[in-house]
């Protein structure tokens, strides 16, 4: 499993790839694999300012139902439209055209609490 170390983490498999003040996530590798065939992408947060950890929404795969959570407090400023009718790029490229949504960084002190490719490999045991 290819873990991209260009990318930086959280304890709950979502990635992040920072580009100035905004921010683009999606899940990893790791999770769409343990989701399995997924099937729906719901994000009914965009143009809403959250704070980190917050739900910013769900992932349904064919077994189960999962919260997206934010992995920094901003605004959510895109949302991957293309998700909605082919949910199943989030299985094929999690890193690349699955990714889920942009963020308007509002603190960008909480990027150092985010995991480095090195710190999420040891988490996931890979």
Same mark, same amino acid.
Request: hydrophobic fraction near 40%; charged fraction near 25%.
């Given at each position: 499993?290819?873990?991209? +170390?260009?990318? *930086?983490?959280? *304890?709950?498999? $979502?990635?992040?790839? &920072?580009?100035? %003040?905004?921010?683009?996530?999606?899940?990893?590798?790791?999770?769409? @694999? $343990?989701?399995?065939?997924?099937?729906?992408?719901?994000?009914?947060?965009?143009?809403?300012?959250?704070? #980190?950890?917050? =739900?910013?929404?769900?992932?349904?795969?064919? #077994?189960? =139902?999962? %919260?997206?959570?934010?992995?920094?407090?901003? $605004?959510? &400023?895109?949302?991957?439209?293309?998700?909605?009718?082919?949910? $199943?790029? =989030?299985?094929? %490229?999690?890193?690349? +055209?699955?990714?889920? &949504? @942009?963020? @308007?960084? +509002?603190?960008?002190?909480?990027? %150092?609490?985010?995991?480095?490719?090195?710190?999420?490999?040891?988490?996931?045991?890979?």
């Amino acid at each position: 499993m290819s873990i991209p +170390a260009n990318l *930086k983490y959280t *304890k709950d498999h $979502e990635w992040v790839s &920072i580009e100035g %003040d905004v921010a683009t996530v999606g899940i990893t590798h790791f999770a769409q @694999k $343990e989701l399995g065939d997924i099937v729906y992408v719901e994000v009914e947060t965009l143009d809403q300012t959250l704070d #980190k950890d917050e =739900v910013f929404g769900t992932v349904e795969a064919v #077994k189960t =139902v999962s %919260d997206l959570f934010l992995p920094l407090t901003g $605004e959510i &400023i895109a949302f991957n439209d293309s998700l909605e009718s082919a949910p $199943e790029t =989030v299985n094929s %490229d999690p890193y690349g +055209a699955g990714w889920m &949504i @942009k963020i @308007k960084i +509002a603190d960008a002190s909480e990027v %150092d609490s985010l995991l480095s490719a090195e710190a999420y490999t040891q988490l996931i045991g890979a």
